[in-house]
């Protein structure tokens, strides 16, 4: 079974303090995916990565940046952490699409951080 | 970008009822998929169709695809308790490739009463 995980279940962080998030996954997957959930506003999509140091902006990067030196850890850095923040973080990874019109395939997640900004 | 939106944003029925969730979405897919995410942990990939495809099944589950319509359905039958829980459609545009993410819509939060 693929597994997703994810350094902290729960986080209570200041208001400017630098915030990390970890994620990992053990199925040797290529992509993977930052998203935060919020209540009413679904799942956004934060930074996504295709490759060990590659990163790409999503649709919500403002304030957030990310690091990929290894292939099966992706972490999300808060560099000064706000209160607009506070929210529901998941991870996820998978397979590259097949082919070039091939469509994006099964992602899988990990259990989530919540965190909570003060 | 948001593109699925389901329908209804809530449903409560009775355990051994079939519940019916609909996704609409606005551009031409690749592919479409429905998660379920139990309260306050992640997202548990259900089923994946594919834009050549109509229907497919999995277990409980049945999902249809209208790309005429730009519509999916996902069919629980039999439901039970444990099926409580938010369910999610994700599209994947067939524009463009790369490795971006699926775009999610807000979900259904469906609950079965025993």
């Known amino acids: 079974d693929v597994k997703v995980t994810q350094s902290s279940r729960y986080l209570v962080k200041r208001t400017g303090e630098k915030v990390f998030l970890e994620c990992v996954q053990d199925?040797?997957?290529?992509?993977m995916f930052w998203y935060r959930q919020d209540p009413g506003l679904g799942l956004r999509l934060i930074y996504f990565?295709?490759?060990?140091?590659?990163?790409e902006k999503g649709d919500i990067p403002e304030g957030y940046s990310v690091s990929r030196e290894k292939k099966e850890r992706f972490s999300l850095i808060l560099e000064s952490a706000s209160t607009n923040q506070t929210s529901m973080y998941l991870c996820?990874?998978?397979?590259?699409?097949?082919?070039?019109?091939?469509?994006?395939?099964?992602?899988?997640f990990g259990p989530g951080t919540r965190l909570l900004v003060l | 970008s948001q593109q699925g939106e389901e329908d209804p944003q809530a449903l409560s029925i009775q355990e051994g009822e079939n519940a019916t969730m609909n996704c609409s979405y606005k551009?031409?897919?690749?592919?479409l998929q429905w998660y379920r995410q139990n309260s306050g942990r992640g997202l548990v990939h259900l089923i994946l169709i594919r834009s050549n495809e109509r229907e497919k099944h999995s277990g409980r589950l049945r999902v249809t695809l209208d790309t005429s319509k730009k519509s999916s359905s996902l069919l629980i039958t039999a439901s039970r308790a444990a099926d409580t829980a938010s369910y999610f459609c994700?599209?994947?545009?067939?524009?463009?490739?790369?490795?971006?993410?699926?775009?999610f819509g807000k979900g259904t939060h469906l609950i079965i009463q025993p």
């Open positions: 996820a990874s998978s397979l590259p699409p097949a082919g070039l019109a091939g469509g994006r395939e099964t992602q899988y």
């Open positions: 994700a599209t994947d545009a067939a524009i463009g490739g790369g490795a971006d993410g699926l775009t």
């Open positions: 551009t031409s897919i690749n592919n």
């Open positions: 199925m040797d997957h290529e992509n």
């Open positions: 990565s295709y490759d060990v140091k590659m990163k």
